[in-house]
């Protein structure tokens, strides 16, 4: 077992699969959480094949198909409901892995329940960390440590103190997520409804009679618009004017990036929205944080001494980076195809989706 004195900090999905990676590599993690009690926005997810194969490779998968939904296929219609494209989401995926959609509350405890709740210490904030690893706490403790993971998400403490050039940077949309019921979906299909001005409606069921709802568009502003948001949405047909009508309680969200993955710090290692924040076009969020979990534990586990951490901090920037990459550049091009013309949209999709579709995942076949 390794020696090194090991610090996580934020007790959500990047953070718990951090845990769980380095559990299983015979790494004892300290896990904080800046938050008194395990909280969870957002409402649904959508899991695509490396992020499945990821969960599987922590010894999940079992509890995952208890709590989770296959999806088996992907189909894109306009706004009125008209059929743009459809296919099997295996023509994506191939033997990469399975789809799956879940409620976001599902997939945290699923990584609770198998870190141990009792393994977190809640109500324990990140004030300062300094270049040899010392962290200071919210209650001026403090304690060096030999690396510190940064799994804080979007307004990460650790990324401040670390990179605090790295600021999040919005993207442009906002959106509104919610869970509804299911029985208008069909149960194993992912669909997605494009209008102008960058509108967007995603569904996919997650079992127990719901389906994960996420309606986005194009803001100059970050925050919340007033009045009732789905009067912006009034123009789309079925199913998405049949969900709309159980958004009472939608959770905001604007779209913001963080491009940080490759900056270097001798003590400090960033995973999920920490580093790279991004938009959901491509349902990377949770894979990305989980793979970067794996990557991490598996260059930890190879530093058996504190003057090891740097080369194995770098050996993990450096297997991360194209991969991230990638998934960056691939958003950009998704974001930018929901701005075509509706009649050059249409026919694109309509003969090139599936194609697209494949070239949007294709550098996320293999394992990380």
Same mark, same amino acid.
């Given at each position: 077992?390794?020696?090194?004195?090991?610090?996580?900090?934020?007790?959500?999905?990047?953070?718990?699969?951090?845990?769980?990676?380095l559990?299983l590599?015979?790494?004892?993690?300290?896990?904080?959480?800046?938050?008194?009690?395990?909280?969870?926005?957002?409402?649904?997810?959508?899991?695509?094949?490396?992020?499945?194969?990821? *969960?599987?490779?922590l010894?999940?998968?079992g509890? *995952?198909?208890?709590r989770?939904?296959?999806?088996?296929?992907?189909?894109l219609?306009?706004?009125?409901g008209?059929l743009?494209?459809?296919?099997?989401v295996?023509?994506?995926?191939?033997?990469?892995g399975?789809?799956?959609?879940?409620r976001?509350?599902?997939?945290h405890?699923?990584?609770?329940?198998?870190?141990?709740?009792?393994?977190?210490?809640?109500?324990?904030?990140v004030?300062?960390?300094?270049?040899?690893?010392?962290?200071?706490?919210?209650?001026?403790?403090?304690t060096?440590?030999?690396v510190?993971?940064?799994?804080?998400?979007?307004h990460?403490?650790?990324?401040?103190?670390?990179?605090?050039?790295?600021?999040?940077?919005?993207?442009?949309?906002?959106?509104?997520?919610?869970?509804?019921?299911?029985?208008?979906?069909?149960?194993d299909?992912?669909?997605?409804?494009?209008?102008?001005k960058?509108?967007?409606?995603?569904?996919v069921?997650?079992?127990?009679?719901?389906?994960?709802?996420?309606?986005?568009?194009?803001?100059?502003?970050?925050?919340?618009?007033?009045?009732?948001?789905?009067?912006?949405?009034?123009?789309f047909g079925?199913?998405?004017?049949?969900?709309?009508?159980y958004?009472?309680?939608?959770?905001?969200?604007?779209?913001?990036?963080?491009?940080a993955f490759?900056?270097?710090?001798?003590?400090?290692?960033?995973?999920g929205?920490?580093g790279?924040?991004c938009?959901?076009?491509?349902?990377?969020?949770?894979?990305?944080?989980v793979?970067?979990?794996?990557?991490?534990?598996?260059? *930890?586990?190879?530093?058996?001494?504190?003057?090891?951490?740097?080369?194995s901090?770098?050996?993990?920037?450096?297997?991360?980076?194209?991969?991230?990459?990638?998934?960056?550049?691939?958003?950009?091009?998704?974001?930018?195809?929901?701005?075509?013309p509706a009649?050059?949209?249409?026919?694109?999709?309509?003969?090139?989706?599936?194609?697209?579709?494949?070239?949007?995942h294709?550098?996320?076949?293999?394992?990380?």
């Amino acid at each position: 077992m390794t020696a090194l004195r090991v610090l996580i900090a934020g007790a959500g999905i990047a953070g718990l699969a951090a845990k769980r990676a380095l559990s299983l590599r015979g790494i004892d993690a300290d896990l904080v959480e800046r938050d008194p009690a395990p909280r969870i926005t957002g409402a649904g997810l959508y899991l695509p094949g490396n992020a499945v194969r990821a *969960l599987r490779d922590l010894g999940l998968s079992g509890r *995952l198909a208890e709590r989770s939904q296959p999806v088996l296929r992907q189909q894109l219609k306009d706004e009125r409901g008209r059929l743009l494209a459809e296919f099997p989401v295996s023509t994506i995926w191939g033997e990469a892995g399975h789809c799956v959609a879940m409620r976001r509350t599902d997939l945290h405890s699923l990584l609770l329940d198998a870190v141990g709740e009792s393994q977190v210490r809640f109500a324990t904030g990140v004030r300062e960390v300094t270049q040899d690893g010392t962290v200071t706490f919210g209650d001026g403790t403090s304690t060096r440590y030999d690396v510190v993971i940064g799994a804080d998400g979007l307004h990460s403490a650790v990324r401040n103190q670390a990179f605090p050039e790295a600021q999040p940077r919005f993207l442009g949309q906002v959106c509104w997520r919610f869970l509804a019921p299911s029985a208008s979906l069909a149960a194993d299909t992912w669909t997605v409804m494009l209008g102008d001005k960058g509108r967007t409606f995603l569904s996919v069921p997650v079992g127990r009679g719901l389906a994960y709802c996420s309606a986005a568009m194009d803001s100059a502003d970050p925050r919340r618009p007033a009045g009732d948001w789905r009067a912006m949405f009034a123009g789309f047909g079925s199913p998405a004017s049949d969900l709309l009508a159980y958004a009472d309680d939608a959770h905001f969200a604007p779209f913001f990036e963080v491009d940080a993955f490759e900056g270097a710090h001798p003590h400090v290692a960033l995973i999920g929205d920490a580093g790279h924040a991004c938009s959901p076009s491509m349902s990377q969020g949770s894979a990305m944080a989980v793979e970067d979990a794996i990557v991490l534990a598996d260059k *930890l586990a190879g530093a058996r001494h504190r003057a090891d951490v740097p080369a194995s901090l770098a050996a993990y920037r450096l297997r991360r980076a194209d991969r991230l990459r990638f998934v960056l550049d691939q958003n950009h091009r998704r974001d930018r195809a929901r701005h075509l013309p509706a009649v050059v949209r249409r026919v694109v999709f309509r003969h090139f989706a599936k194609e697209i579709f494949r070239a949007n995942h294709k550098d996320l076949l293999t394992r990380p």
